[in-house]
Each structure stands twice: as structure tokens, then as C-alpha cells.
Antibody
Framework: QVTLKESGPGILQPSQTLSLTCTFS??????????VGWIRQPSGKGLEWLAN???????YYNPSLKNRLTISKDTSNNQAFLKITNVDTADTATYYC????????????WGPGTMVTVSS | DIVLTQSPALAVSLGQRATISCKTN??????????MHWYQQKPGQQPKLLIY???NLASGIPARFSGRGSGTDFTLTIDPVEADDTATYYC????????FGSGTKLEIK
């Protein structure tokens, strides 16, 4: 059974760095072809893909945010991480992690999301 | 960037057919596959995969849901609609990185 769960700080101030953790089970990021992605959704708005990381440590970023994002993983503890630097109120959103299919890059399992508010 | 365009809302009577469209500004076909996927998101929940590669039903999804299309024009069909299908539906392309459509909110009359 595949499950994912996101965790984050809940609230942080503008200009700080947002650190998010995705803890998953039922698959391994050391398995050939596996990937995990991060997606966010401001309240009442649509989905925005942020980044993904693959079994071989290959990484891809949304070009519009690339200079602020860092994705990483801890294979032994079944975790993936996302850091967003220099946050502002526009980064307020629910952040999801999801397992990503090899080759075709769709998300077949999603976590419940963690809400992050950026406020002074 | 590949931009996906969806109509913002659709209202369909219970038991009728709902057709949700997604148009892209670039071809998302590659080596015989259309890199287009569909998700359902109910209020307060995470998205759920419905259809992958334009027409393949994801595991556990009822056969009332179907997808078709190629190139730049895609549709998600729900037939017949049930009250529980009230949700926002998103398309997503993966031909060139990843982008989502803006979502279509489905109301059941």
C-alpha cells in the first residue's frame, strides 16, 4: 500500500526558507524508475508543479521558480524534501507530494497536503 | 512552456453525460503516446488520478470515466454523472516538464 505524507512549518515569515518533508511508504526511491514530485495549490486556485526527484537523483524544477527551489531525498528513510528560499505571501498554499510514474510523469498517489502560510 | 486551457465550469444534470475539454498550445504526443493525464479533486481533498496517457483508466476508477484525444485536443467524459462526481477536474501534460490546466469545476444539477 502506497502512502505519502507531507510535513512543514505551518507558518513562516517573509524572506525565510520553507522546508518541507515528504515521508512515504509502499515504494522506494532506490527502485529503478521511481520518482516523487512536489505540487502546490493556493487556496481556491489551481495546481502548480514545483519539482521532482528520481531514483537516480535526477532532478527537475519548474523554470519559473527554479532559482528558489532545492529538492533532495533520503532513500534510507523513505523521505523527499523541498526547500524554497526567500518566501513571500505568494507562497502561501497547500503543498502536496506525490509519487510519480516513470517514463510518463503522471502522479498516481498523493499525500493529503500540508498547509503553509507566509505572514509577517 | 506548454499551456493547457480548460473551461472554468460546467453544469450537468444527474445521469447525463459530462464532457470536459483540455486544449494545449503545443502537441503533447510522443512516440505513439499522448502525454496527457486527468485528475479529480474534491473540496478539501488531494487530487486523484483518473486517466493517464489520454485514455487509460487508473486503478480503481469506475468505467463511467473515459478519456480521449491526441495532439492538442483532449476530453474527459463522465457518463452517466453521479452526485459524487461534483469536483474540480484538472488536466496535466508531461510532454515537456509538467504543467496543469486551470481546472474545470463540475456541478451536478
Amino acid at each position: 500500500q502506497v502512502t505519502l505524507k507531507e510535513s512543514g512549518p505551518g507558518i513562516l515569515q517573509p524572506s525565510q526558507t520553507l522546508s518541507l518533508t515528504c515521508t512515504f511508504s509502499g515504494f522506494s526511491l532506490s527502485t529503478y524508475g521511481m520518482g516523487v514530485g512536489w505540487i502546490r495549490q493556493p487556496s481556491g486556485k489551481g495546481l502548480e508543479w514545483l519539482a521532482n526527484i528520481w531514483w537516480d537523483d535526477d532532478k527537475y524544477y519548474n523554470p519559473s521558480l527554479k532559482n528558489r527551489l532545492t529538492i533532495s531525498k533520503d532513500t534510507s528513510n523513505n523521505q523527499a524534501f523541498l526547500k524554497i528560499t526567500n518566501v513571500d505571501t505568494a507562497d502561501t498554499a497547500t503543498y502536496y507530494c506525490a509519487r510519480q510514474s516513470p517514463l510518463y510523469w503522471y502522479f498516481d498517489f498523493w499525500g493529503p497536503g500540508t498547509m503553509v502560510t507566509v505572514s509577517s | 512552456d506548454i499551456v493547457l486551457t480548460q473551461s472554468p465550469a460546467l453544469a450537468v444534470s444527474l445521469g447525463q453525460r459530462a464532457t470536459i475539454s483540455c486544449k494545449t498550445n503545443q502537441n503533447v504526443d510522443y512516440y505513439g503516446n499522448s502525454y496527457m493525464h486527468w485528475y479529480q479533486q474534491k473540496p478539501g481533498q488531494q487530487p486523484k488520478l483518473l486517466i493517464y496517457l489520454a485514455s487509460n483508466l487508473a486503478s480503481g476508477i469506475p468505467a463511467r470515466f473515459s478519456g480521449r484525444g491526441s495532439g492538442t485536443d483532449f476530453t474527459l467524459t463522465i457518463d452517466p454523472v453521479e452526485a459524487d462526481d461534483t469536483a474540480t477536474y484538472y488536466c496535466q501534460q508531461s510532454r515537456n516538464l509538467l504543467t496543469f490546466g486551470s481546472g474545470t469545476k463540475l456541478e451536478i444539477k
